[in-house]
Each structure stands twice: as C-alpha cells, then as structure tokens.
C-alpha cells in the first residue's frame, strides 16, 4: 500500500492527501515563487496530479493565475497557501511546509539565476528548469 501524507492550509480549513512518491523536491528561486511564498526561496514537492487530492474544504479554494505556466491555490478564508497546478509541466507543487510530515529531500535548485538567497549546500543548480520540463538545463555555480 502506498504511503500517504496530509497537509493543510494555516488554518486547517482545507486539507490535501498526497499519495506515493513525489516526482522532485527542491528549491524553486523564481521571482514569482519569492513574491508568493514572501520567502527568499520555495521549497517544493512536485506531484502527479492523480497523487494529491483536495479531502476537505475545497469550496474554501482560490485560484490565482498570473501566466498560464502556475495556477496557485490558496485558502479563502485565511489565505494560506496549498499547491500550484503547473498544467505544461503535468504537475503539481505541494509546498513542503504543507505537509510536514513527508521527510523534505530536496534534490535540485531551479531558477538558481534569480536567487537572492546563495544556498552552498552541493545541490545542482539550474539556471531556469531540467531541458525536460522545457528550461535550458543549464547548470549555473553554486
């Protein structure tokens, strides 16, 4: 039987089931993810969109679309953050501070070029995203 972790918004008004094994973990330094998590840096888990279910207060649920490439969702009542849909990637972001207790092991910085925040701490850093994921791949120093 596959694992499953539960996450909730700040305050519990709507909860997220994520099932299995993230697809990635990391560290995302993009503007846009610094401006909404008001964070010098986001960290993500990165989700099949079958793998995370929305088990309670989904009619609470917001969405905000500022390019076509993020749908973040948040809390309508507290306005805490839950997960962004990345419909071009065919994932979902389930901010690791959502769920606490699946073990963070990030793997990977993306959009290292924008940081604000040096992290030194051994992980590959891309400038934008994994070729795969429609970036350059290119790696940048640490």
Same mark, same amino acid.
């Given at each position: ?10 305050? !519990? ?20 993810? &610094?401006?909404?998590?008001? !964070? ?17 207060? $989904? *009619? ?11 749908? &973040?969702?948040?809390?309508? @009542? ?12 065919? @994932? ?24 604000? #925040?040096?992290?030194?701490?051994? #992980?590959?850093? #891309?400038?934008?995203?994994? $070729?795969?994921?429609?970036?350059? !791949? *290119?790696?940048?120093?640490?």
């Amino acid at each position: 039987m596959e694992r499953s972790y539960t996450g909730t918004c700040f305050c !519990g008004s709507v909860e997220v089931k994520v099932t299995g094994v993230p697809e990635g973990m990391g560290y995302c330094h993009c503007s846009s993810c &610094r401006s909404w998590s008001a !964070g010098p840096v986001n960290a993500f888990t990165l989700w099949k969109p079958k793998a995370v279910k929305v088990t309670k207060g $989904a *009619d609470h649920l917001g969405t905000y679309t500022k390019n076509p490439s993020s749908e &973040r969702q948040f809390c309508k @009542l507290c306005g805490g953050h839950v997960m962004t849909n990345h419909p071009g990637m065919g @994932l979902v972001d389930v901010y690791a501070a959502t769920i606490p207790d699946l073990k963070f092991e990030p793997g990977v910085h993306v959009n290292y070029a924008e940081t604000v #925040l040096h992290m030194k701490d051994g #992980l590959p850093k #891309l400038r934008d995203f994994p $070729a795969e994921l429609g970036g350059t !791949g *290119d790696m940048v120093a640490e």
